[in-house]
Nanobody, 121 residues
Framework: QVQLVESGGGLVQPGGSLRLSCAAS????????MGWYRQAPGKQRELVAT??????NYADSVKGRFTISRDNAKNAVYLQMNSLKPEDTAVYYC????????????????WGQGILVTVSE
């Protein structure tokens, strides 16, 4: 069974910074895409950023402020969040597209439990 565990959330002032971490564990052969999504109260879950071995992708709302990175040896993904705004307040979810078998190449999407980020005075 694959599990994703997020850490690093909390309360931060507008303009401040926060770094989220997510580590995947379990019977993992490889991970193609890792990413972060978020869901604010009353809103749909939305993509924040994703990272593959060679590319990153960001939502327009966070471009230039957030940086996603990964550590393949640790099966981990990080989200450095700078210049935070109140509208960044949400539960942030880590995800990973995981290959579980060396013989069968089906990828499965796993999600973390979510971690709360609150941007407020």
């Amino acid at each position: 069974q694959v599990q994703l565990v997020e850490s690093g959330g909390g309360l931060v002032q507008p303009g401040g910074s926060l770094r989220l971490s997510c580590a995947a564990s379990g019977s993992i052969v490889s991970i193609n895409v890792m990413g972060w999504y978020r869901q604010a109260p009353g809103k749909q879950r939305e993509l924040v950023a994703t990272v593959t071995s060679g590319n990153t992708n960001y939502a327009d709302s966070v471009k230039g402020r957030f940086t996603i990175s990964r550590d393949n040896a640790k099966n981990a993904v990080y989200l450095q969040m700078n210049s935070l705004k109140p509208e960044d307040t949400a539960v942030y979810y880590c995800n990973a597209d995981v290959t579980l078998s060396t013989y069968y190449h089906t990828q499965y999407r796993y999600w973390g439990q979510g971690i709360l980020v609150t941007v407020s005075e």
